[in-house]
């Protein structure tokens, strides 16, 4: 299928016309059909891993968006019973998540048996808000037994018969087996499966996009999840991507992945290490609903697309070739700085925003005294503030 490069229709809102935007940074999981979910025990652990890391979470600022299948959300409605809900002010886990934590919640579906709908009655019928949001579907054929194009106008499911729902938005952009999905920033009505790209004023459903694949997984390390996340502020910032977009980059992991100790403790490391980003000012924490009402408000609901990885012409490359430069992002006692002139001031943080040093010709400096982990480095010289992820081994 041939991609359109970029499509924007309307005009921009004067605030945000004249620099680069600021890009939306959320977690999102899942909870499949696959996982043990009916073993209490492994329920248990997952739900005590939740509750920490939502605690974290809202301590630290930052957006989780839960999407969840029918087989977690039936047992949780089999499961949430005194004594287990003690913890949480006696409700059930998921409405504790929303209410308590602020941890977005939209429905999730393969549709093998349960469709949109039947998941979306179960969310309500354990408390949760009505979603407007799809999480994650095909894009361009059938899920399971339905296409996202009956959902357009609403739709009944079969599970339940008088559950009716439609949706406003649908993340993502999947394909089977995630070999193809579409890798897209931006928002618009999307014609059909054939034609997904194109946009249809006329549809009532829009595409929201969630941009590159960065996927928190058992063979990804703590460093390479972080760089694809400082890449991604680094385009934006930079004018690798254009100044009149709309950036929402999702930071995926399964859900029950944090039965594991190892992965959940790289869960917590990614997601200190982000916030370090967002607190240069170059990022944000938003959910979902939060970054499309923003578009809605702030961006005139422009359509906008853009792929990940697509540099603007005529813009980045020029002036990011004559800028200083890290390499490699891998040091043991001294950070290399390429194409610096001497004037650069420089500033090293730890992922918890800590400042660990400061000054001029940090490649005079020996580090190896810090503790091995992830830092970001602010290179400020006299016509830009630029911000690279390093690692100390």
Known sequence: MKRTMMLWLGTISASVCCAQPIVYLDFVTHNEETAQWNLESFYA??????????????????????QSDWVYLSNVIAQETPPLTTNTGGKNILRWLYEDRGVEMDPHAHE????????????????LPESKVMGGTI????????????????????IFPT???????????????????????????????????????????????????????????VAYVVGQVQQVVTN???????????????????????????FYSKVMAVADAVNAIVG????????????????????????????????????????????????????TDRIVVQ???????????????????????IEDEDLSGLPNGVY???VQDLSARNVFTVVKE
């Open 376 to 378: 970001l480095l602010i």
């Open 45 to 66: 652990t997952n739900r005590t891993r939740m509750l920490t890391l939502a605690e974290h979470f809202q301590a630290n600022g930052i957006t989780w968006n839960m």
């Open 339 to 361: 194409r610096g002139t001497g004037e650069e001031h420089y500033e090293l943080h730890d992922v918890v925003g800590h400042l660990v040093w400061a000054g001029p010709h």
């Open 236 to 262: 934006v910032q930079s004018a690798a991507y254009p100044a009149d977009g709309s950036y929402l980059q999702s930071i995926f992991f399964e859900q029950a992945g944090l039965n594991d100790p190892a």
């Open 163 to 221: 559950a009716f729902w439609q949706p406003d938005y649908m993340m993502g952009g999947g394909t089977p087996n995630h070999v193809n999905d579409l890798k897209y920033y931006g928002f618009w009505n999307p014609q059909d499966t054939a034609h997904y790209l194109i946009h249809d004023p006329s549809s009532h459903l829009r595409h929201l996009g969630v941009g590159c694949s960065i996927k928190i997984s058992d063979t990804t390390s």
């Open 112 to 127: 093998s048996q349960y469709l949109y709908p039947d998941v979306v009655h179960l969310m309500d019928s354990i408390g």
């Open 280 to 331: 240069t000012g170059a990022a944000q924490w938003k959910t979902f609903k939060q970054a499309y009402t923003l578009w809605e408000t702030d961006y005139g609901a422009q359509v906008f697309q853009w792929e990940c990885g697509q540099i603007a012409t005529g813009s980045a490359p020029t002036s990011m070739m004559s800028a200083p430069q890290v390499y490699p992002t891998v040091f």
């Open 139 to 158: 894009y361009n054929g059938y899920n399971g037994v339905n296409l996202w194009m009956n959902l357009v106008d609403g739709q009944y499911g079969t």
